[in-house]
């Protein structure tokens, strides 16, 4: 990887961006309706002012409420192009080429490197944005980038998630992705480094049954919808209502399937003390300073003892 | 009795034409029975032929037979002493997904499995071999005893899908899958996979992420079902045919695919028309596999299988 595409194209591309979005043009919020001005909501962290819903944001928006400040873009590998030949009403190539065109990404996943509360970590973000997240052979490709970066630097790796599930239009291909992406949070795990897994709306089947429920840390946004299986082929398989709040990240909190609901606005702290505690941890396991350790021997009857 | 699907009428015509010619002919008369022989040539000719080109939404129907051998005949038939082992310890007993020790062609073995149940209530207690949380968690279970005694695991695929249900989401079915494909990934025994039926999405991987995975000829692998697929990218659910197709759910595509690593021919007619020999040829497949890997070390396991899902799709 050169210096120019680590370091000095993504900020122009993420100065780019933000030139991109006009200062003057008005959202309308998806949950309230009301409108509000594009500005106000960035610097709110894309939460809407009036009802504190959590709108979807792609991985620039991303990038920036949770590094200190400038961050580096990990360079992903191209993956087979269209291995299947994939046709439905429309095909997969064309596909792939519209959702270039509206994100200005590859693809689903983008990694980054840089500093979270002074720490430094590595964070794949997912976009719902590009063909709705959809976990496909790049997506595997982006979360082995990822660890591997991890592992090498010996950093935390902080997986922000948002997708429907697999890519259909790789078939097979996007199935072995589950398996895939668990191998590559793993090593991440089994060298004792933080996997933290961040799970906005929406987080549902492959997905959530692989790497995005693995997390030695599970935090969710929110409201997001998280599960397994689509609402409507619940509803159609056991014919009845789902209970209100089914699915969403309060309700995961409730049974035990997730450690915590983070405002947006809150995330950042949250991972940087986090991350804070679980790697500076030099010294922990050894006496404090002021204890003197007794020989063995003379340690009283009843102490606690390993 | 032999239960046809709709692309074998011609095969079942010819068949009951046998069958009615047999039961009229009183005696041996020379003309018919030289005429059975005739139809019994054709029919049979027919159906190697049909067999011999299925197309995937076919294969999908033959994946799906109500006769195709199920996990608890393979236990029958290929295993002595096979123990059923139940629970999850934490929630509740799923026979959707079977296990157990038994002894296989010489060797203690772990086999796990999706049972889809046969008749009424059978498929009802087995609730067609769609698991729930407490199946894959108690597969997970399995797997780390079998680690522990130092088991070979082996799996009997045959799902179309973990269960839809409030319950089961209430439950972590997600989570309950991603650490079943974890434990596949992590244990440091040989682990063969064998998908003999429907390799139905996520609740097939969770038990596949196998050292060694092998394929019956006309069973089936697939990220979404073809009827799922057709409901979302075309917006029709007739067209599950046009998904089968352009999904590549056939053993023979996962093989160019270079998912699975050996395809086990199916007897004329698909695996339901003689059940045992289908059963003889994925037990010996599964011991050919098993004979090449049961001596290795804990680490090259679990690093040859981690290796072998990193390099899925990267070389074609
Ligand atoms: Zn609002």
Redesign the interface.
Known sequence: MSWLTETVLPKIRSFARKSDTPDNLWVKCPNCGQMVFNKEMAENAHVCPKCDHHLRIGPAARFEILFDGDYTRLEVPEVAADPLKFKDSKRYTDRIKEARAKTGERDAVQVAEGRIGGNRAVVAVQNFAFMGGSMGMATGEALVVASDRAVAEHLPLIVVAAAGGARMQEGILSLMQMPRSIVAVERVRDKGLPYICVLTDPTTGGVTASYAMLGDIQIAEPGALIGFAGQRVIEQTIRETLPPGFQRAEFLLQHGMIDMVVHRKKLKETLARLIDQIINREGTLHPGPEVEIPPPGEIPHGAALP | MVSYLDFEKPIAELENKVRELRQTSAADSGDITEEVERLEAKAEALLRQTYAKLTPWQKMQVARHQDRPHFEDYVARLTDGFQPLAGDRRFGEDPAILGGICRFRGRSIMLIGHEKGRGTDGRLRHNFGMAKPEGYRKAIRLMEMADRFRLPVVTLVDTSG?????G????????A???S??A???IGVPMIAAVVGEGG??GA??LA?ANRIIMLEHSV????SPE??AA????DREKAK??AE????TAA??LK?K?VDEVVPEPSGGAHRDPDATIDAVGDAVERHLRLIAAAEPVALREGR?RK??D???V?
């Open positions: 973990a269960y839809p249900g409030i089961a989401e209430e439950r972590g079915q997600a989570e899958i991603a650490s494909i974890e596949c990934l992590r999405s996520g991987v969770a992420a692998y697939s990220v979404i799922g697929c979302i990218l075309w917006n046009d998904a352009a999904l590549r759910i595509d996962l695919l998912v981690r899902f990193l899925m799709g990267r074609l």
